[in-house]
């Protein structure tokens, strides 16, 4: 598995080559002096060991830090889903309060609306009787016009 950055997600070290680490000598032709060779034997075992001791150390440490490393990436991760989960809580929480905050802004629009419509349709209605009023005077107006006009032509 990797991270989305291209970094592993996880370093898993095979394990440590097997041996016995020293460095071994062989010998091919004979030496001045069997206490010359008993003597690079023992420091090149020595060295050996001591080698092995140390790469066999610095191995312990870098698998021990491979392990911190994954259990920091997993907590990391661990509080990036809180993160996202508290996030989207937090997201839904505000959504129902802006939700709830327009609905009241609905109704308290919609009375006010509902008021000044009816006082619109109540002067429509007012404006539409004045009308028909004068419509009612202008037709008296002109019959009695007529009227006049007709007796003083006679």
Known sequence: MSHPGGIPASIDLLE???GDGATQFQQSAPTESAAAQSGL???STKLGLAMQTTRESIQETAQQLIHDLNLKRKSDAALISDFKKDLEEKVTETCKAVDLHMFQCYERN????Q???QTLFATLERIHK???EMEQFKQALGIFYKDIH????K
């Open 16 to 18: 440590p080559p097997t």
């Open 41 to 43: 034997v023992k420091h």
């Open 110 to 113: 919609g009375q006010i609306m």
């Open 115 to 117: 008021e000044k419509l």
């Open 130 to 132: 004045i009308e028909q």
């Open 150 to 153: 007709c007796q003083s032509n």
